[in-house]
């Protein structure tokens, strides 16, 4: 079946630096993809999103881009806070309403 | 405002118990998901509803799994028997039923099935 997933399982960065977090899609009829924030405990906090025919999306400190020709999604963060360490999910919106999760990224700061 | 309300936040039962999640979506919400999380699988979709009708169960596991939404402010996961490899983290997500609205996740229940 199809599926979201991830490059990397872990990311490490120092704070202060830019964080970038891949995601790779194998659904190319997929038109809504989102990123979530997942902190330890808590359930996935939404973190911004990106329609297909769209190639970028900035929010504050967030940027998505999205490259439908290779069908991969990257989150970029912005000067890296201690605030910002979580586990980091893609989502593909299959359907009207169901999401596909990836396996997560988790993003450590170093101090 | 409050979110998405999960009860209870921990259960531990032993095998073969019965187990009951409850949520309360966000007010207005008009569509309600369950996921469910482990390590090995990662987070998968159970079930959702829309104004309380459920519309897509493919993602429940077995017969042993089942939920209702009795109106529009509550909702219901229910594993009768249990068994250890249910042991996981299980949230649930409203939205308003828009197809470009994102869904909101409430903090989820850690069931442990011993």
């Known amino acids: 079946g199809e599926s979201v997933g991830l490059h990397l399982p872990t990311l490490s960065v120092q704070e202060g630096d830019n964080s970038i977090i891949n995601c790779a899609y194998s659904?190319?009829?997929?038109?809504?993809f989102i990123w979530y924030k997942q902190e330890s405990g808590k359930g996935p906090q939404f973190i911004i999103d990106i329609r297909s025919n769209m190639d970028k999306r900035q929010g504050q400190r967030v940027t998505v881009l999205l490259n439908k020709t290779v069908k991969h999604l990257s989150l970029q963060i912005a000067a890296t806070q201690p605030g910002d360490s979580a586990v980091y999910f893609c989502?593909?919106?299959?359907?009207?309403?169901?999401?596909?999760f990836g396996q997560g990224t988790r993003l450590t700061i170093n101090p | 405002d409050a979110g998405v309300i999960q009860s209870p936040r921990h259960e531990v039962t032993e095998m073969g118990q019965e187990v009951t999640l409850r949520c309360k979506p966000i007010s207005g919400h008009n569509s309600l998901f369950w996921y469910r999380q482990t390590m090995m699988r990662g987070l998968e979709l159970l079930i959702y509803?829309?104004?309380?009708?459920?519309?897509?169960d493919s993602g429940m596991p077995e017969d042993r799994f089942s939920a209702k939404m009795p109106n529009a402010s509550f909702s219901t996961l229910k594993i009768q028997p249990s068994e250890p490899r249910d042991s996981a983290v299980y949230f649930c997500?409203?939205?308003?039923?828009?197809?470009?609205?994102?869904?909101?996740f409430g903090p989820g229940t850690r069931l442990t099935v011993l």
């Open positions: 509803f829309n104004n309380n009708v459920p519309i897509d």
């Open positions: 659904n190319s009829a997929s038109d809504y």
């Open positions: 997500a409203s939205n308003t039923g828009l197809q470009t609205d994102t869904q909101y």
């Open positions: 989502a593909e919106r299959q359907g009207a309403q169901k999401l596909v």
